[in-house]
């Protein structure tokens, strides 16, 4: 089913995520992620999930099943990766050091890479005499035609090489879907190392040989990573790649925070796990990132993941920086719980009661069936997973531990509310049935047309009372689902303890 743009020739399209598991997925990774994916199954091609973990410094163990963990919950599906395998793995880049050791060996056994045994500190004083010279900074190529004999010297004093690739004469030409065609002069790209001392990889030469050998078509990816793009052109050339087979190259600008600073990893909100802990919704993440940077045409929107793959086009991916607009993405995440079918949200909401200490793991019947019962009342106000918690703590905790939030207790339980909360307490004992209509129609009754208190006074102290604050689900509902019992016990104890005392 190749469509248009598909596919180079008869080339399937491949595409990867490669995140380097150092902690939770910045929220700009995940939109790389996303419209890799997306673009793969667009043109049903195969999307490829390999973890860059050869920053041994940087790896922490929970790390990789966290990052497997993010994109599951964001609805990403994988054709390869360390945890199902495939055709070109392994997908861990820990498990394939023996294959850059190869590349290493190949490149050195003809000329396209180096040993270098240039100190730091040797480094470091190149680098000095550029910038006093004011010359461009980067290794000058010492080491890049060393004698037997200076090799012997080098040997002898104990030096360790780092293995350097040999930057060809010339220049680059990347070819961004982005940004056109950006040309590299190779004099402003240093000959850069490959193989640390230790024999590890590094960055360009694993990503290089990964992409490579995985046969990846398409590489979306942060724009901070184009200046190693020449480097790793040139390693792919190094190993036989033809021009016409280079990987399509997109690198997206970054996620700006709401203020326009760069949204760096230290920031709260950068974070994807952070969003989840605030109860936004995963279809809410991936609606709005996607629309961070890409559009479909038009102004929609509303966008789920079968749209994104239908509509998504990597020609489309915009230029210019995304800025996080927090009251945008609480408006999608608000529609979005709205759209859940009353089940779902219940499932969604439980283990945010769970964290808040209202329901037990697993819930208990009792629990279960009043959090479904009350789930449809708060669907419409929700905004945030989060809040079902206070919402509907009147309802999950133990009576004796039910309190009136004293501001709420203050401002409202006054002395006034004496014969509202008395006049409710005797009409809704003399219901006989307990129904949200007879409910209503009591308290309108007594409150309203008896007392003639407008409905606000009437029914103000009466929420108080029951629910313990003004924030909770329609008042009718929630007393209906409070029953009597607990209606008027609470009911009592405001007027025992709080009014007018
Ligand atoms: N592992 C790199 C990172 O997380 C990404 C490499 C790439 O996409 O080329 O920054
Ligand atoms: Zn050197």
Redesign the pocket.
């Known amino acids: 089913m190749a469509r248009e743009g598909s596919s180079r020739g008869s080339t399937p399209v491949r595409t990867?995520?490669?995140?380097?598991p150092s902690g939770d997925l910045h929220v700009g990774?995940i939109r790389?992620a996303l419209y890799s994916w997306a673009w793969a199954r667009h043109c049903g091609g195969s999307f490829v999930v390999r973890i860059?973990d050869t920053d041994r410094s940087r790896v922490s163990p929970d790390a990789v099943a966290g990052t497997l963990g993010a994109l599951r919950w964001l609805g990403l599906d994988w054709d390869e990766g360390p945890d199902v395998g495939g055709e070109f793995g392994p997908y861990r880049q820990s498990d394939r050091l023996p294959l850059y050791r190869e590349w290493v060996d190949r490149f050195l056994a003809d000329g396209t890479a180096y040993h270098c045994y240039c100190s730091q500190e040797e480094l470091d004083g190149e680098r000095d005499e550029q910038r006093t010279q004011g010359l461009p900074s980067g290794y000058a190529g010492n080491c890049r035609e060393l004698t037997t004999a200076q090799v012997t010297a080098h040997r002898r004093e104990g030096r360790r090489p780092v293995v350097r690739f040999r930057m060809p004469e010339g220049s680059t030409v990347v070819r961004d879907t982005i940004r056109g065609e950006i040309v590299f002069d190779h004099a402003n790209v240093p000959d850069f190392v490959v193989q640390r001392s230790d024999g590890y990889p590094l960055?360009n030469l694993a990503?290089s040989v990964d992409?490579a050998m995985m046969r990846i078509t398409h590489?979306v990816?942060?724009d901070?990573?184009l200046a190693?793009t020449p480097r790793?052109i040139a390693i792919h050339a190094a190993m036989g790649v033809a021009e016409a087979d280079l990987p399509v190259y997109t690198h997206t600008p970054d996620i700006l925070a709401a203020d326009g600073s760069p949204l760096s990893s230290w920031h709260k909100a950068a974070g994807i796990s952070w969003y989840r802990d605030q109860g936004y919704l995963p279809e809410a993440m991936v609606n709005y990132l996607a629309l961070l940077g890409w559009s479909p045409g038009g102004d929609r929107e509303e966008l789920t993941l079968d749209a994104l793959v239908e509509s998504f086009d990597l020609e489309r991916v915009g230029a210019t920086a995304g800025r996080l607009d927090p009251r945008k993405l609480d408006a999608i995440n608000g529609d979005k719980i709205r759209a859940l079918p009353p089940d779902d949200l219940v499932a969604r909401t439980m283990p945010f009661l769970t964290r808040a200490g209202l329901v037990s793991e697993p819930p208990t019947r009792e629990q279960a069936r009043t959090v479904a019962s009350a789930a449809p009342l708060i669907q419409e106000r929700l905004v945030h997973l989060t809040e079902a918690a206070g919402m509907l703590a009147f309802l999950l905790v133990p009576e004796h531990v039910f309190d009136v939030d004293p501001e709420e207790a203050a401002r409202i339980l006054t002395e006034d509310a004496k014969a509202v909360l008395e006049a409710a307490e005797a009409a809704l004992r003399a219901l006989p049935k307990w129904t949200d209509e007879a409910i209503e129609r009591a308290l309108r009754r007594t409150l309203v047309d008896e007392l003639g208190r407008r409905p606000k006074r009437a029914f103000g102290p009466v929420r108080v009372a029951a629910t313990g604050s003004r924030v909770s689900p329609p008042l009718f509902e929630s007393l209906t689902l409070l029953g009597r019992e607990r209606t008027l016990a609470r009911i009592r104890r405001a007027l025992d303890h709080h009014v007018g005392v």
């Not at 990867?16 to 380097?20: G, H, N, Q, T, Y």
């Open positions: 990867r995520f490669a995140p380097s990774n790389t860059e960055y990503v992409d590489i990816r942060g901070d990573l190693s790793q």
